[in-house]
């Protein structure tokens, strides 16, 4: 706080204002309610972020004890942007390449993936969907959104327009601007 105060008399003085003790008070002031302001932000979101991995977790339970939610995270980024090499879908889950292929040989064991060779190219393995896979996508697609619908329906009219600017204000600032396929419920790594 004395930093921002030290930035404020400097500002001030250079400028060549006189800056009295109550001015010092109300920067004061202003500092801590920033302060107030963002730990309340940030518990405000550490609460919606536990209710909706809740949310999330709950959805993917409903589908059986098939796939754990990183392997379903790699399910749904080859949903959304279609086959991948293991290099590119490690990427994508921001993960090193063994990971994705060690557990893309789990995925294929339950028949949620297969890998194939393209044509032309032997050296290249590319990770594919199944429609076992593709299914599995969107049931728990329609299970995570008929929830989000039942707890947002206790939302007042009133809050709607102010909750949705709020979530895209958050998501962009995390870099995470709806893309093809955010529908499935996940739109990025």
């Not at 963002?38 to 999330?56: E, G, K, Q, Y």
């Amino acid at each position: 706080m004395f930093e921002s105060v030290t930035v404020a008399v400097r500002f001030s003085v250079a400028r060549g204002n006189n800056l009295s003790m109550r001015d010092l008070a109300s920067h004061e002031a202003l500092s801590a309610d920033a302060s107030a302001t963002t730990d309340d932000l940030v518990d405000t979101v550490l609460a919606a972020s536990r209710a909706l991995v809740a949310v999330a977790a709950r959805s993917l339970a409903a589908a059986g004890d098939e796939v754990t939610l990183p392997q379903y995270r790699a399910l749904v980024v080859l949903a959304a942007r279609g086959p991948q090499g293991t290099a590119e879908l490690a990427a994508e889950l921001a993960v090193n390449p063994s990971t994705v292929t060690r557990m893309c040989d789990r995925l294929v064991r339950k028949g949620l993936v297969r890998r194939h060779r393209p044509a032309g190219d032997r050296r290249s393995i590319r990770i594919a969907l199944t429609a076992p896979g593709r299914d599995l996508v969107a049931e728990v697609t329609r299970q995570r959104r008929a929830e989000l619908a039942r707890l947002l329906q206790a939302l007042p009219p009133g809050q709607h327009e102010p909750v949705i600017a709020a979530f895209r204000a958050f998501a962009a600032a995390a870099g995470e601007l709806p893309q093809p396929g955010a529908a499935l419920g996940w739109a990025g790594p």
